[in-house]
Antibody, heavy 127, light 111 residues
Framework: EVQMVESGGGLVQPGGSLRLSCEASGFTFSSYWMSWVRQAPEKGLEWVAKIKEDGSEKYYVDSVKGRFTISRDNAKNSLYLQMNSLRAEDTAVYYC????????????????????WGKGTTVTVSS | QSALTQPASVSGSPGQSITISCTGTTSDVGTYKYVSWYQQHPGKAPKVMIYEVSNRPSGVSHRFSGSKSGNTASLTISGLQAEDEADYYCSSYRSSSPPYVFGTGTKVTVL
């Protein structure tokens, strides 16, 4: 079964740090771009960051640049989000998500949408 | 980095059809075919319903369909059912940072 399980959320004070993890199973993790998406309480979805299959490219939404770092360990089928200098506005449920692809021999087609999501982990930034 | 614009709420009676709009710009919806729609029930993770404007993933009901005209994409739910009551978000690939943008979200109510 294809699934992803996030962990590492919790209550942290403003200015503090937290490291989220996402453990994937049931698919070849190293073949996929991966993203983090968050949802503040009673708010909409916000894409946060993405990382290439081999970790060589990373992209972030402006509001987290310089504070958050996305990384992965393909040997452990795991995705991470290191969050530093946390602010109240970072309070949200954080989802890891797989970006859909299709592989035709040696060619990979990218669909640019997220086909598998974890259940999320909650981060609360408050004093 | 503004979100795509969706109506806050749409409602319909069982069996009716409803359409949710998603308005972007020439930097996202207007240029790319990479528009997707997600359904989210309370307390649950999003689930993709439509990708590449009008394609349905395996297992998604044929009652869900998508289209696009200019900078506006649309999701239509036909034969509305109680289980369709949820929040719906559009999303698009963008030519500039950030590479993805979501819509503001639409709450669908089945009367």
């Amino acid at each position: 079964e294809v699934q992803m399980v996030e962990s590492g959320g919790g209550l942290v004070q403003p200015g503090g740090s937290l490291r989220l993890s996402c453990e994937a199973s049931g698919f070849t993790f190293s073949s996929y771009w991966m993203s983090w998406v968050r949802q503040a309480p009673e708010k909409g979805l916000e894409w946060v960051a993405k990382i290439k299959e081999d970790g060589s490219e990373k992209y972030y939404v402006d509001s987290v640049k310089g504070r958050f770092t996305i990384s992965r360990d393909n040997a452990k089928n795991s995705l991470y989000l290191q969050m530093n200098s946390l602010r109240a506005e970072d309070t949200a449920v954080y989802y890891c998500a797989r970006e859909a692809i299709a592989i035709f021999g040696v060619v990979t087609y990218y669909y640019y949408y997220m086909d598998v999501w974890g259940k999320g982990t909650t981060v609360t930034v408050s004093s | 980095q503004s979100a795509l614009t969706q109506p806050a709420s749409v409602s319909g009676s069982p069996g009716q059809s409803i359409t949710i709009s998603c308005t972007g710009t020439t930097s996202d919806v207007g240029t790319y075919k990479y528009v997707s729609w997600y359904q989210q029930h309370p307390g649950k993770a999003p689930k993709v319903m439509i990708y590449e404007v009008s394609n349905r993933p395996s297992g998604v009901s044929h009652r869900f369909s998508g289209s696009k005209s200019g900078n506006t994409a649309s999701l239509t739910i036909s034969g509305l059912q109680a289980e369709d009551e949820a929040d719906y978000y559009c999303s698009s690939y963008r030519s500039s940072s950030p590479p993805y943008v979501f819509g503001t979200g639409t709450k669908v109510t089945v009367l």
